[in-house]
């Protein structure tokens, strides 16, 4: 396949079809963020459950603590923040009532409020209950959002309809943060009944409010009556079960016990889209899965980084053989039946940042047979790949061993499960890890904490002081193309050196029963809910 | 009959004790911990000591475990390190779900095991018996979580019987919760139908050729009563006892049904716990069932040898 | 994944004097042969070793094409092929070696440390017993699987550990099993004239007790093996047994669960390969049962 093409078909993609740039197999289908599940326009009638498959157990349903993308899938119909993403993905206010004014060279960040809006408990929502959440978000023990808001130094109100951020440095993506958990405002009241306990009963502005939890199975939300935009909101509540198997998803959405089931298997996409009792939407999202390659974690992270002895550790000639060896489209065809999106950046095609110039390696066995040869290295080159243990994990792992196989690696694929790979991952006690992340809306959300030296992900060990720097420098300037700019840079940086090879971006699908209608679903993957419901 | 009953809950006791040492220091031997597996893909070093701070986990081990025993003896079973939920909620709210679906297999179990068992017998070596025999040694064979699967895929999915998967609680549903543990309380029922046919019908041979029996049969009596009275009454007996130590498999048998049907009882609490390394959740499920498993096993001893003295004299229960 | 060890425990055969060994065994031999279904039990698992043994002649069970994925049964694959190209049939035959290794050796590792213990337990009882009992007890509180899943959890994910999750799971039946054997056998009059003739412990243990004590072992056996098989299964298929690309039953039933409505046949194979181990063992440990038991001579 020619360069062009390829540049052309990332692009083509990301607005309709995915398979058309693979080799064979497959149906045409969207892969792209062409359904937002807009399409359907008939109307919404007031009244009636909805209930969401989810594919696992959120975990403490509070803004502060709250540490998996499962958990945002509640918390989207539940807990409004100071800002939100519209379906372009640009950021916009929400329980704000416009874009916050940035002064003092970046330093000063003012945020005014709405007036009307009221925590489901029937409280008002103003700059106070904003600042004692803000500092909540910062100050609590285990937060996980104290490194959302470190650049926030104080916290003030200056009246009831606004704040002021102060900073100790420019922090461009902090925005893009306050449009996620730590832009969520909680009900001041509720938290001081609950303290740290407020997952268990949490009380946000939303357009519905939290009712009950069974813990592993279901969590049930209501229509919320102070909500003041109420009247757009249809269902009268969203239950939200955890179905773990996604054949059991799936039934469940056939048979019409569930109207929405989230993240459907690639493989599955092309029969369900023959089923008339099932509407599939497709949606690219904002994360990548890559290969982690061990090139200086010896000691954690954290850690100064140190030699790594291992053939694809030493030698970023190896590590460039290990990608010629890989095809990224053969990946996406056999792995996921050509439904994700083959990359080779962090960046992936929704984002504004995504760079559409990007070539990606070709796959070239020759050169990587070569190169190994030129390395010195004694063939077959031993790697060992750490790899999750789903079907999906597995299929991934063997199809990475037969095609480097060719070139003359023999990759040991290890799988093991989540918990026991990061352990080891931080620990730097591993080789390759196939890992990849969620994603966020600001590119430094999907880079920084992974090529800083020191970054809390920065599992490879890089240590690379122009990277840092760039770093460093895209997250004080305000101006998008300046940031671009650095992150193009950046990542060209990254593809010498490669201690991640990035292999695709996942699309995310849902599937709703026939007569759903309303629900928004953009890149960051999560179901709105305020507008759905049944058709009339 | 007092010492031997103080003896059996003080072994007892002792056991619960040591499983719950065990517990302890078996979740702690699992590579990463609940800090790391809670902080998932959003870790960061500071925050993983919080976390670790928040929850004790720098202690010693002895330390964390001491205050751990004196909390549970009080009835405070910790919070959950991953919903942050309470422990003992969470079990509460699970166990009568999985006392549910071990009821209704139970019942599934004996409705087929028990008359296929005695129908073996009675027809020793007949089409019957061995149509048992075969059916017995399958439900013994197949794995659980495979007729689990095919179940699904051909009642819910083919043919749209039955909703696949999910709960409702009886209270809410009662229809809608039958409906939903239907599949999973005959995948359970099978293995355990299983059993108790081959026990039934082994202990109804015994039985019937006992002398007892015998005198009856020699007094005149009717087939029919022999059966009923004597032999059936006498070869329940064993097939309780056995049940007693059926408890285990059943839970056993739960920890992948549920995971297929998606039951949020307890097999699916501890394995999802594991996995999550949530420590206050893996312990409290553990202990409770094992302190079922105990309490079970000490009544079925404590029956039996009310029942038949002996016991008491040679050396304690086998 | 049902225990049976219960009705094994009981004390004892009536025999009072050891039997004169080869016309005994010959006489057993005839009678497992009498049993239709034992046999028909030992056929399928002389069957199953063959092909366990006679794997690589069914192919290349690594080799994949991509191009030819979840394909139904043909000429060239008479069982089709999986998500990845492979051959089914093949990979079912290098699966039966996993399965069998981890049943034979897990109840191997179980009876080599539950024997010892339970010979230890029932002939020189007190404290021993005691102590050996507990642990048993202990054992025995946790449910067989969830055992299974914590060891393997902690041990990480390989053939090897997946042997020792089991073994271990399954040691408290033997240790049962062997010291209730024991308590029976040491008040038998060919043991205490042993004991009178000053035989020493070892000596009767070797002699006159733990070869009386085989076919309960033996049978017990028979009933771990295809609880193993199973446990085997259910710990690959929870992500926790053999390493990719190894094949086992469980690795191919969870690969085939994602490919339920395309390829149900996937799924079919693997668990019918499970069901056959399993229950070929079963069929031979009942007719062992009936043989070498003259109480269930019927």
């Not at chain 1, 792995?335 to 984002?351: D, E, I, M, Q, R």
């Not at chain 1, 995310?508 to 029963?513: C, D, I, K, V």
């Not at chain 2, 902080?39 to 986990?57: F, H, M, S, T, V």
């Not at chain 3, 030992?42 to 094409?65: M, Q, T, W």
Request: include cysteine.
């Amino acid at each position: 396949m020619a360069r062009p093409t390829r540049a052309l078909c990332l692009v083509v993609a990301s607005v309709a079809l995915v398979s058309a740039c693979g080799g064979g197999g497959g149906g045409g289908t969207s892969g792209g963020t062409t359904n937002t599940g807009a399409d359907d326009d008939r109307e919404a009638q007031a009244g009636g459950m909805l209930t969401l498959a989810l594919a696992e157990d959120p975990d403490a349903l509070d803004p502060t603590l709250a540490r998996t993308l499962v958990g945002r899938e509640v918390f989207v119909n539940m807990c409004e923040k100071l800002y939100d993403v519209d379906e372009k993905l640009e950021l916009v206010p929400q329980l704000a009532t416009e874009l916050p004014e940035v002064t003092d060279e970046g330093k000063t960040v003012t945020i005014t409020l709405r007036d009307d809006a009221v925590f489901n408990d029937g409280e008002k929502m103003d700059a106070a209950a904003v600042k004692t959440s803000l500092d909540r978000h910062r100050e609590l023990e285990g937060s996980a959002r104290t490194g959302d808001l470190a650049a926030v130094e104080s916290v003030e109100v200056v009246d009831p309809t606004t704040v002021v951020l102060r900073l100790t440095e420019a922090y461009a993506p902090l925005t893009a943060q306050l449009a996620d958990r730590a832009g969520m405002v909680m009900s001041p009241k509720q938290l001081q009944a609950l303290g740290d306990k407020f997952g268990t009963d949490p009380v946000c502005v939303g357009p519905f409010s939290f009712v009950s939890r069974t813990a592993g199975s279901e969590i049930v939300l209501e229509k919320a009556p102070d909500y003041y935009d109420a009247d757009q909101v249809k269902a009268d509540g969203i239950t939200y079960r955890v179905i773990t198997d996604g054949n059991v998803r799936q039934a469940n959405v056939k048979s019409g016990d569930v109207q929405i089931a989230e993240r459907i298997a690639a493989t599955d996409v092309a029969t369900l889209e023959k089923d008339p009792a099932v509407k599939l939407i497709g949606q690219d999202s904002l994360g990548y899965q890559g290969i982690s390659i061990n090139i200086g974690n010896v000691k954690g992270i954290g850690q100064p980084v140190g030699e790594v002895d291992t053939p694809l550790g030493r030698s970023p000639e190896l590590r460039e053989a290990f990608e010629l060896s890989l095809d990224r489209e053969t990946i996406n065809q056999v792995v996921f039946a050509g439904k994700n999106v083959p990359g080779c950046t962090p960046l992936p095609p929704a984002s504004p940042f995504h760079d559409e110039d990007v070539e990606c390696t070709e796959r070239d066995v020759e050169k990587a047979k070569s190169l190994i040869e030129e390395s010195g290295e004694a063939t077959p080159v031993p790697v060992k790949l750490t790899i999750g243990t789903s079907p999906e994990n597995l299929r991934l792992g063997q199809v990475i061993q037969s095609q480097a196989k060719e070139a003359g690696f023999e990759v040991e694929v290890a799988s093991t499960e989540f918990a026991s790979a990061l352990d080891a991952s931080d620990a730097g006690d591993f080789e390759v890890f196939q890992v990849g992340w969620s994603g966020r809306i600001d590119p430094d959300g999907n880079i920084y904490n992974f090529l800083h030296t020191g970054a809390p992900l920065n599992i490879s060990g890089t240590s690379d002081p122009e990277i840092d720097a760039m770093l460093d420098e895209a997250r004080l300037v305000e101006d998008e193309q300046e940031r671009a700019a650095l992150y193009t840079q950046v990542l060209e940086k990254e593809a010498e050196l490669r201690p991640i090879i990035y292999l695709y971006h996942p699309v995310n699908y849902l599937a709703t029963g026939p007569d759903v209608v309303g629900v928004e679903y953009y890149a960051d993957g999560l179901p709105r809910l305020k507008t759905a419901g049944l058709a009339q | 009959m007092a010492s031997y009953l103080l003896r059996r809950v003080g072994t007892s006791a002792l056991v619960l004790l040591l499983a719950s040492i065990v517990v302890f220091v078996g979740v702690r031997a699992l590579p990463g911990d609940a800090a790391l597996a809670l902080a998932g893909e959003e870790r960061d070093p500071a925050a993983l000591e919080q976390i670790r701070e928040k929850y004790g986990l720098n202690d010693p081990v002895p330390v964390q475990y001491v205050r751990y025993l004196g909390n549970s003896l009080q009835g405070d079973l910790g919070f959950s390190t991953r919903t942050g939920l309470d422990v003992t909620d969470i079990i509460l709210e699970r166990l009568p779900v999985t006392l549910e679906l071990a009821l209704l297999s139970l019942a599934v179990g004996l409705l087929i095991g028990i008359p296929a068992g005695i129908l073996a017998a009675l027809r020793r070596g007949s089409w019957v018996d061995n149509a048992s025999n075969a059916f017995g040694l399958l439900g013994l064979s197949i794995p659980n979580f495979w007729l689990g699967l095919v179940l699904i895929l051909l009642v819910s999915v083919q043919w749209g019987l039955l909703p696949a998967s999910g709960y409702v609680p009886f209270l809410e549903d009662p229809l809608g919760n039958l409906q939903r543990m239907l599949l999973p309380a005959i995948v359970l029922g099978t293995g355990l139908s299983a059993v108790l046919m081959r026990q039934m019908r082994s202990a109804m041979l015994e039985t019937m050729s006992a002398d007892y029996v015998r005198t009856a049969r020699s007094k005149g009596l009717s087939e029919r009563s022999v059966v009923l009275v004597h032999a059936l009454r006498n070869s329940l007996v064993t097939v309780v006892t056995v049940l007693g130590l059926q408890l285990g498999a059943l839970i056993s048998g739960a920890v992948i049904t549920e995971q297929i049907f998606v039951i949020p009882g307890f097999g699916k609490l501890i394995v999802d716990g594991v996995f999550t390394r949530d420590y206050p959740v893996i312990q409290g499920v553990a202990l409770v069932t094992v302190f079922g498993y105990v309490f079970v096993n000490l009544l079925v001893d404590l029956t039996y040898s009310f029942l038949n003295p002996r016991i008491r004299v040679s050396g304690g229960a086998s | 994944m049902t225990t049976a060890a219960a009705p094994m425990s009981q004390p004892g055969p009536a025999l009072a004097v050891p039997p004169p060994r080869q016309r005994r065994s010959r006489r057993l031999v005839k009678r497992f042969f009498r049993r239709r279904l034992s046999v028909f039990g030992l056929v399928v698992l002389v069957l199953i070793l063959a092909l366990a043994l006679a794997a690589p002649l069914f192919g290349d069970p690594g080799r994949n094409d991509f191009s030819a994925v979840l394909q139904g049964p043909s000429a060239a694959h008479p069982l089709g092929t999986d998500d990845l190209g492979r051959d089914t049939l093949a990979r079912i035959a290098y699966g039966a070696r996993v399965s069998m290794q981890a049943g034979v050796m897990a109840t191997l590792l179980a009876m080599a440390v539950g024997v010892p213990l339970g010979l230890i337990a029932g002939y020189y009882r007190g404290w021993a017993d005691l102590v050996i009992s507990r642990l048993t007890d202990l054992l025995l509180a946790f449910p067989f699987l969830i055992l299974a899943v914590g060891l393997a959890a902690i041990l990480g994910p390989s053939l090897r550990n997946v042997v020792i999750a089991l073994g271990i799971s399954a040691l408290p039946s033997f240790i049962r099993v062997t010291r209730g054997e024991v308590l029976g056998l040491r008040e038998q009059d060919y043991v205490a004239g042993a004991v009178a003739d000053g035989a020493g412990d070892t000596r009767i243990l070797s002699r006159y007790i733990l070869p009386n004590a085989i076919s309960p072992l033996l049978v017990q056996a028979t009933v771990t093996i295809p609880e193993a098989i199973i446990g085997e299964s259910v710990l690959s298929f929870l992500g926790l047994g053999v390493q990719p690309p190894t094949p086992s039953w469980g690795t191919m039933l969870s690969a085939a669960q994602g490919f339920l409505s395309q390829a149900p046949l996937l799924a079919v194979w693997p668990g019918v390969a499970i069901a056959l181990a399993a229950l070929s063992f079963n069929l031979v440990g009942d007719g062992l049962r009936d043989t070498l038991d003259p109480k269930a001579e019927r």
